[in-house]
Nanobody, 123 residues
Framework: QVQLIESGGGVVQAGASLRLSCAAS????????MGWFRQAPGKEREFVAA????????YYADSVKDRFTISRDNAKNTVYLQMNSLKPEDTAVYYC????????????????WGQGTQVTVSS
């Protein structure tokens, strides 16, 4: 069973960049597809980005496409989310998630979750 710990959140101004990291332990990291999701106050958790086991395939929500980049380093058991040109509407708790097998984009398709990291973007 894999455990996930996110880091890298913070408070930034609009237009700034942040890089989130998610460190995995307790499983064979390269056998998991990984995803990033976010949840703003009063809203449902939504898909942000996902990456397959090798890093060769990535998927993005339309709202973050061309601004966010997901990547992974299987040697370090870590997945990253590089967030550029941040907007106030990106403010949310960001969660890392893992699933065995093929990459998916719906939160119910992921069985393992981190505790989340807060990202706040001020205008």
């Amino acid at each position: 069973q894999v455990q996930l710990i996110e880091s890298g959140g913070g408070v930034v101004q609009a237009g700034a960049s942040l890089r989130l990291s998610c460190a995995a332990s307790g499983g064979t990291f390269s056998s998991y597809a990984m995803g990033w999701f976010r949840q703003a106050p009063g809203k449902e958790r939504e898909f942000v980005a996902a990456i397959n086991w090798s890093g060769g395939s990535t998927y993005y929500a339309d709202s973050v496409k061309d601004r966010f980049t997901i990547s992974r380093d299987n040697a370090k058991n870590t997945v990253y989310l590089q967030m550029n040109s941040l907007k106030p509407e990106d403010t949310a708790v960001y969660y890392c998630a893992a699933r065995r097998g093929i990459t998916k984009t719906r939160n119910y398709e992921y069985g393992y979750w981190g505790q989340g990291t807060q990202v706040t973007v001020s205008s």
